[in-house]
């Protein structure tokens, strides 16, 4: 599993299958090899439902971002 926290404040998102993981990894854009956060915006979340991501991890990130305008999100591997 992947856990997703909200870089600014620490605060747990939620988990994620390497799977889902994989769609966001597949779709988003890393700084370098050892970048482990996302910048995530309502936009990016269209985006990825879109192309089909889960709906669970669709879900997660809605709930993450709520109504500000973007979130940096840091993985790590539990």
Do not use: C, H
């Not at 998102?13 to 995530?40: C, K, M, N, P, R």
């Amino acid at each position: 599993m992947i856990t997703l926290r909200d870089k600014d404040n620490g605060q747990l998102i939620g988990s994620v299958t390497e799977a889902e993981f994989q769609v966001l990894v597949d779709a988003l854009e890393e700084e370098s090899d050892e970048d482990t956060d996302y910048y995530i915006e309502a936009g990016t979340i269209d985006m990825l439902e879109d192309d089909g991501a889960p709906e669970s991890l669709v879900k997660l990130l809605r709930d993450a971002l709520g109504t500000r305008d973007g979130v940096e999100i840091a993985w790590s591997r539990a």
